[in-house]
């Protein structure tokens, strides 16, 4: 389970974020579920691995590939 402690502060067009908002909504998804799902996906796809919480309370890294 990912710790959900730090917060991003983006600046986006109001037009986008309401167009955002209300695909996220039609989706049965939050904006936060959506905005942490594409960085999980953008990390992944250029190979940068990260601790997560299970990581930290268990000790264990990421192993390298």
């Not at 067009?13 to 999980?40: G, M, N, W, Y």
């Not at 190979?47 to 192993?63: F, I, K, L, N, S």
């Amino acid at each position: 389970m990912e710790s959900k402690t730090a917060r991003l502060t983006l600046l986006i067009d109001p037009h986008k974020k309401r167009a955002f908002e209300q695909l996220c909504a039609a989706q049965d998804l939050t904006p936060s579920q959506v905005v942490r799902q594409l960085i999980r996906d953008y990390l992944r796809d250029h190979g940068v691995e990260y601790e997560t919480r299970a990581d930290q309370a268990t000790g264990d890294t990421p192993e390298q590939e």
